[in-house]
């Protein structure tokens, strides 16, 4: 059974910054591509990072220079460092891995910015 799990979400002060993790289990995780998505109220899910299984990064313009993804191919984890946090990332971030036609998502975490 394929299971991605997040973690790290919660409330933070504009300015500051989080963590997510995601660990997985029942699939192959280093010859996946790994992706955070986030989904805001009334919005469309939107890529915001995406690690390769080779390890190359791209980032939505909206987040280059303040997030930063990541990945453990021994602990089966990606990870996504959040810093200068604005009140706009405030969403439900979604984990997902791909391999060609495949995808797995994650049941997801909620970022809040706010003061």
């Known amino acids: 059974q394929v299971q991605l799990v997040e973690s790290g979400g919660g409330l933070v002060q504009p300015g500051g910054s989080l963590r997510l993790s995601c660990t997985t289990s029942g699939i192959m995780f280093s010859i996946y591509r790994m992706a955070w998505y986030r989904q805001a109220p009334g919005k469309q899910r939107e890529l915001v990072a995406g690690i390769s299984s080779g390890g190359n990064t791209n980032y939505a313009d909206s987040v280059k220079g303040r997030f930063t993804v990541s990945r453990d191919n021994a602990k089966n984890t990606v990870y996504l460092q959040m810093n200068s946090l604005k009140p706009e990332d405030t969403a439900v971030y979604y984990c997902?891995?791909?391999?060609?036609?495949?995808?797995?998502w994650g049941q997801g975490t909620q970022v809040t910015v706010s003061s």
């Open positions: 997902n891995a791909q391999i060609v036609a495949v995808a797995y």
